[in-house]
C-alpha cells in the first residue's frame, strides 16, 4: 500500500500548495482512496503535479465534518463522478469553533448531505479489500485542551463536541496493517486501542494528526500531556507518521521519546508498507 500527502501544513521540497488542513491518497492492489479534501481545491492542484489521478479514485472517506478536512469535497464531487463518500452520521451537522469572539462555523455545507453520494457509517464498517471504518473508541485518557473550543448545534444553544463524527480508517493488505486518522480528536491512543482491538495486535503503521496544537490560539499542548501521550505510543510496535494537528513542537517532544519510531509527514511525502 503506498499513501501520498495530498495536503498538510507544512512544505516538503516540492512547489506544492500549502494549506492548514489533510488530504490523504492511499493506493492498495484494489483500491484508489482518497481519505480527506483539506479545505479547499489545493489537493486537485497539488495531485496533479503529484501524478496523482483524481478521477480514478473509488472512495472518499471524509474523517470528521471540519472545513479543513471536507472543505475541499465539492471540488472532489466535480472532478470525480463515480465515488461514495462515506461518512459519520453527524458529519454534516453545524460545528463551530468558540475560541473565538462570536463563534466562527467550522463545519461544511450541510447540502453536501444530500448530494446523492454520501454513505452514512457505523462503527467497523467494512468497505471491502480489507478497508474498514472505526468510530467506536474508549474515552481518551489524556483529552486535549483544545477540544473545550469546538462545539456543536446552533447559535445560541451550542454544545460541546463529543467528536461522534469522527472515524478513522484500518487498511489490511499483504498481511500487513495501516490505521489513517484524521485529527484524533477522541485520542489517537484510544483509536489506536480499538484498531488493535479488532486487528488482534497493533497496526503496522500509524498516520494521522494527533491534534496536539491549538491553531485559533496558536498553542501547543502542555508538554505534560504531550508526554504522556508517547509514553502510551511507546511499546506497542506501530510506526508513527503524524502531521497536520500535532504541530511541530509537539512532534519534538514525541520524537524525543518515541525515538525512531516515528516521523513527521510534508506535503507531497510518500509512504509506502
Not at 503506498?2 to 512544505?11: D, G
Not at 447540502?111 to 468510530?135: E, H
Not at 510506526?239 to 510534508?266: D, F, K, V
Amino acid at each position: 500500500m503506498k499513501l501520498t500527502v495530498l495536503v498538510e501544513n507544512t512544505p516538503g521540497g516540492k512547489p506544492l500548495d500549502i494549506r492548514h488542513g489533510l488530504s490523504l491518497y492511499l493506493e492498495t492492489g484494489a483500491r484508489r482512496v482518497l481519505f480527506d479534501a483539506g479545505p479547499d481545491d489545493a489537493f486537485l492542484r497539488n495531485a496533479h503535479a503529484l501524478g496523482v489521478d483524481i478521477a480514478s479514485v473509488d472512495t472518499f472517506v471524509l474523517s470528521h465534518g471540519h472545513y479543513d478536512h471536507g472543505g475541499g469535497l465539492p471540488a472532489f464531487l466535480q472532478a470525480n463522478q463515480k465515488a461514495k463518500v462515506y461518512a459519520r452520521p453527524g458529519a454534516f451537522d453545524p460545528h463551530w469553533n468558540r475560541a473565538v469572539d462570536p463563534p466562527r462555523m467550522n463545519g461544511l455545507d450541510a447540502a453536501l448531505a444530500d448530494c446523492g453520494r454520501v454513505v452514512p457509517c457505523g462503527d467497523g464498517y467494512s468497505l471491502g479489500d480489507g478497508l474498514t471504518l472505526l468510530s467506536d473508541v474508549p474515552q481518551n485518557p489524556f483529552p486535549p485542551s483544545a477540544n473545550a473550543t469546538l462545539c456543536t448545534g446552533e447559535p445560541g444553544a451550542l454544545a460541546a463536541d463529543p467528536f461522534t463524527h469522527e472515524q478513522s480508517l484500518l487498511v489490511q493488505e499483504g498481511g500487513r496493517a495501516m490505521l489513517v486518522a484524521g485529527c484524533a480528536h477522541r485520542g489517537i491512543v484510544p483509536i489506536i486501542q480499538a484498531a488493535t482491538a479488532r486487528l488482534g495486535r497493533a497496526p503496522d503503521a500509524v498516520v494521522g494528526g494527533f491534534h496536539l496544537y491549538n491553531p485559533t490560539l496558536r498553542r501547543t499542548e502542555p508538554e505534560a500531556l504531550v508526554t504522556q501521550v508517547a509514553q502510551a505510543l511507546a511499546g506497542r510496535g506501530c510506526r508513527y507518521y503524524t502531521c497536520h494537528c500535532t504541530g511541530e513542537q509537539a512532534y519534538g517532544t514525541l520524537r524525543r521519546t518515541l525515538l525512531g519510531q516515528i516521523s513527521y509527514l510534508h506535503t507531497g511525502d510518500c509512504l509506502t508498507l
